[in-house]
């Protein structure tokens, strides 16, 4: 009722603006002594003028717009409404309009409505600014400082003075000293960020908000660790708004959390090519319950697959992750599917009646302690059952097949490692005889993932510490979930004969750098409030993680991020036969030939200490027990 009201108020004022305009411009014309002829037609004149005006304006939606919050926008909105209106009543004139009006006239009645029409509607926006001055005067609002005084900050500052908020923007920091003691939206900049502390205590700050979605990682760790010492909240604005290109609203700023301390940049797609291969297309992602797999899930529902496939064996995440695509794509036709990888005569039979086209294979073991204790179960999972998903995909023409891959599958220190480096062999062993696309997407820990450090470092913090470092000399390679999973099914779109992706994980990240980033965000000072301490190394790690074996090395991809690693040469027939006594080695629970078998069919795999004497010790009991047999041959020879 208010917004009909405020519309029929400004078409009221602009009637008469078009009327006023119209009179003075014949006035200017003519000195003030109007001829007889056009005064005869005023009213003929003021109902032509008048209608045409107003239906531009309501064709330029002048009155859609909020004008309390109006700027340069609405101002170009208001110049082509005025002079489209002023050449559709030229090109009248010409034809119908009797007696004419002179072609001056139309020209000052151009301007003088231009100004006319945009003065009423900004005279809005100073009354709403007044208002809002006033408002925040008054409320006791939350007292924010901006740090940073670029495009971001000016658009987050404009957000804050032009809605109902609670926040207050006092006062800017930053480091472009030509900027110091100049005002953003009437919010002084007070000084550089290293200011900050004194800032705080001298502006009575509540809040601190970084409005530098640009800056460097390292340079974010500067400002955080900065703002931390103050003990007040600090929040962001994220980085992948660093273009500019979308509006900043409130809803945007979050919290820094400790993706934004390792300088990620935004991942850029292809979606053409995505979309190319996906949309229309019955998609399976195995695992779809776990970290990688529900993302998958959710990535993939926006390119409008056929239907999409949620197979895992764990009930609740599939149930979560179900749940969760029906609210977000309530037209995504999905299916969830409770089957274990390793069923092979199941999982067949869901090949069979459904005939995906698209499969990503996400479902694995990856816990890399727990899975030193159960290698026969590792393989079971992470060899036999890709090899069920592998083959089945062969078998019923499935176009693509991108198997998640790890970083530990290289020189693998581990069984989990061991066994996805197997699992890499095996689809680039099927690829060479299937019509299906095969390919794998190797890469590093994703932030945040089930099993992860980060989960348990925050859990570590919340119960007071102390958080638990293996080394001080531990680095892995990190990215976001979402970052990941976007580049894998951007792999998938490459994938032809078998090849294995690497993602481009940019630097290492040291373990401990890490803990202390986390503490810190945490509000707290690392060794001070929270106590970290070095547990060792556990069973199957390694202080250095590595994307390439020495033989393996890498060619470009026509994407930035995405490498493909030359293949390596395998002989099929053996592999074969090694998965065959490996099968066997399984069922019979022997874990200790298990783990040799792994050590023969990947030559770089150097197993944990404790497999190392368990194999020892086994091949010391084989020999004892050659010997024993020879010589009791022997001796019955004899």
């Known amino acids: 009722m208010k917004l009909n009201r405020e519309r029929t108020v400004l078409m009221f004022f602009d009637i008469l603006f078009i009327n006023l305009t119209l009179w003075v411009s014949f006035t200017v014309r003519f000195e003030g002594n109007i001829p007889i002829v056009y005064r005869n037609n005023w009213l003929y004149y003021a109902v032509v003028v008048t209608s045409l005006r ?344 499935v176009k693509r097949f991108v198997m998640i891959s790890t970083d530990k599958a290289v020189n693998p220190t581990s069984v989990m490692g061991a066994t996805k480096r197997v699992a890499e062999m095996l689809i680039q062993l099927l690829a060479r005889e299937s019509k299906t696309k095969f390919c794998a997407v190797r890469f590093g820990n994703v932030l945040g993932s089930r099993g992860s450090v980060i989960p348990l470092f925050q859990h570590q913090i919340a119960k007071g510490g102390p958080v638990t470092v293996t080394d001080p000399e531990m680095v892995r390679f990190f990215m976001t979930i979402p970052e990941a999973v976007s580049l894998v099914i951007q792999a998938g779109a490459m994938g032809e004969f078998g090849e294995i992706f690497v993602l481009d994980m940019g630097e290492p990240v040291k373990i401990l750098d890490l803990a202390r980033d986390l503490i810190r965000l945490s509000g707290l000072i690392p060794g001070k409030d929270i106590e970290i301490q070095f547990c060792g190394i556990r069973p199957g790690e390694k202080l250095y993680e590595e994307i390439l074996t020495s033989e393996e090395g890498t060619n470009a991809t026509r994407h930035e991020r995405i490498f493909v690693s030359k293949p390596n040469d395998l002989n099929p027939a053996r592999f074969w036969e090694d998965l065959t006594y490996l099968e066997k080695w399984v069922s019979n629970a022997d874990r200790v030939k298990v783990v040799e078998k792994l050590c023969q069919m990947i030559p770089r795999y150097t197993p944990s200490e404790y497999w190392r004497a368990q194999l020892v010790t086994a091949a010391r009991a084989e020999v004892g027990a050659t010997v024993e047999a020879c010589a009791v041959q022997n001796k019955g020879r004899l």
């Open 54 to 397: 107003m239906v531009c304006f309501y064709v330029f939606g002048l009155y859609n717009s909020l004008w309390g919050y109006s700027s340069l926008p609405e101002m170009i909105q208001i110049i082509k409404a005025v002079s489209s209106s002023s050449l559709l009543l030229f090109l009248l004139d010409q034809f119908v309009i009797t007696p004419s009006i002179p072609k001056s006239i139309h020209f000052i009645s151009l301007v003088i409505n231009i100004l006319l029409i945009g003065s009423s509607r900004f005279a809005i926006r100073l009354r709403q600014e007044i208002l809002n001055a006033f408002e925040s005067g008054r409320k006791h609002g939350r007292r924010v400082l901006i740090i940073g005084a670029g495009q971001a900050g000016a658009l987050i500052i404009r957000e804050m003075q032009q809605q109902s908020t609670p926040y207050h923007p006092v006062a800017i920091l930053d480091d472009n000293y030509n900027k110091i003691k100049r005002y953003l939206h009437g919010v002084p900049v007070v000084g550089s960020i290293q200011q900050l502390p004194n800032t705080v205590k001298e502006y009575q700050i509540d809040e601190i908000l970084v409005a530098i979605p640009s800056a460097s990682n390292e340079r974010l760790r500067e400002i955080v660790a900065l703002a931390k010492e103050t003990g007040l909240p600090i929040r962001i604005i994220p980085g992948l708004l660093a273009s500019g290109t979308e509006r900043i609203t409130l809803a945007q700023v979050r919290e820094v959390q400790i993706e934004d301390l390792l300088g990620r940049q935004p991942v850029r797609l292809n979606i053409e090519e995505i979309a190319g291969y996906l949309k229309g297309e019955r998609v399976l992602v195995t695992g779809a319950g776990g970290s990688i797999g529900s993302e998958l899930c959710r990535q993939v529902a926006r390119f409008e697959p056929e239907c999409l496939f949620l197979l895992g064996r764990g009930e609740n995440s599939i149930y979560e992750i179900d749940l969760e695509l029906k609210e977000t794509f309530p037209a995504l036709s999905k299916l969830p599917v409770i089957i274990d990888i390793r069923d092979r005569r199941r999982l067949e039979q869901f090949f069979r009646e459904y005939r995906p086209t698209v499969v990503f294979h996400a479902a694995a073991h990856k816990h890399v302690p727990l899975m030193e204790s159960a290698p026969d179960e590792a393989v079971k999972n992470n060899v036999f059952g890709t090899r069920n998903v592998a083959e089945l995909s062969d078998k019923y023409g």
